[in-house]
């Protein structure tokens, strides 16, 4: 009797055609110095992943890793508890690359998310030091035919409030449900593309 599940060929029980979604959000908090600025520090600013409700994530993260510009005293960073966050200060923006590395029990590979530090809103608005240009991105973990263990333990985690960051009272709010559905659609039209791109290949052959 087929019980949904399958064993993979590390010998795991996973669960077939199943996914396990968990919200997540990276972004970046930058504060203007002021007169306190200089040529070469201008702004400080923090980089950080959250729940998208705010919402601790130890059950299936073991620790979080930030990527600085190699110019950085140890570019290197990586935080094992929460809250997921790295504070510097600078004058440049740059990509930042987050990496998620999940609980033992997950048994799935690192995840990566790059994220832009953005220190000005855009010409057009001044700098102020009274509040942080922010910059969110709502993602989603998506966790494809998941092993049963860690799937049942999720679904079974009951939520509580993670550590505040330090950018806590400016951090967005997000329509879960709004995003997802943006985020199909998303995934629907580059379907399409690869679809239209593989007929197109396959009639000039």
Same mark, same amino acid.
């Given at each position: 009797?087929?019980?949904? &599940?399958?064993?993979?060929? *590390?010998?795991?029980?996973?669960?077939?055609?199943?996914?396990?979604?968990?919200? +997540?959000?990276?972004?970046?908090?930058?504060?203007?110095?002021? #007169? #306190?600025?200089?040529?070469?520090? &201008?702004?400080?600013?923090? +980089?950080?992943?959250?729940?998208?409700?705010?919402?601790?994530?130890?059950? /299936?993260?073991? #620790?979080?890793?930030?990527?600085? @510009?190699?110019?950085?005293?140890?570019?290197?960073?990586?935080?094992?508890?929460?809250?997921?966050?790295?504070?510097?200060?600078?004058?440049?923006?740059?990509?930042? *690359? /987050?990496?998620?590395?999940?609980?033992?029990?997950?048994?799935?590979?690192?995840?990566?998310?790059? @994220?832009?530090? #953005?220190?000005? $809103? *855009?010409?057009?608005?001044?700098?102020? &030091?009274?509040?942080?240009?922010?910059?969110?991105?709502?993602?989603?973990?998506?966790?494809?035919?998941?092993? $049963?263990?860690?799937?049942?333990? +999720?679904?079974?985690?009951?939520?509580?409030?993670?550590?505040?960051?330090?950018?806590?009272?400016?951090?967005?709010?997000?329509?879960?449900? $709004?995003?997802?559905?943006?985020?199909? $659609?998303?995934?629907?039209? +580059?379907?399409?593309?690869?679809?239209?791109?593989?007929?197109?290949?396959?009639?000039?052959?």
């Amino acid at each position: 009797m087929d019980d949904g &599940t399958f064993i993979d060929e *590390n010998g795991d029980r996973r669960l077939r055609d199943t996914e396990l979604v968990v919200p +997540v959000v990276v972004g970046t908090c930058a504060w203007w110095l002021g #007169k #306190k600025a200089s040529d070469t520090v &201008t702004h400080r600013w923090t +980089v950080y992943l959250r729940g998208a409700n705010n919402e601790d994530l130890t059950h /299936i993260l073991s #620790k979080v890793t930030f990527e600085l @510009h190699h110019t950085f005293t140890n570019p290197h960073r990586v935080v094992a508890q929460p809250p997921y966050e790295v504070t510097e200060q600078g004058w440049g923006e740059f990509d930042i *690359n /987050i990496t998620l590395s999940f609980t033992p029990d997950c048994r799935e590979k690192d995840v990566s998310i790059l @994220h832009r530090l #953005k220190l000005y $809103e *855009n010409e057009n608005t001044p700098n102020t &030091t009274k509040k942080p240009v922010m910059s969110e991105v709502y993602e989603e973990l998506v966790f494809s035919e998941p092993l $049963e263990g860690f799937y049942r333990r +999720v679904v079974q985690h009951v939520p509580r409030p993670a550590p505040e960051l330090s950018c806590g009272p400016y951090t967005l709010a997000f329509d879960e449900r $709004e995003e997802a559905e943006k985020l199909r $659609e998303c995934r629907a039209r +580059v379907a399409t593309m690869v679809a239209d791109v593989r007929k197109e290949y396959e009639g000039a052959r």
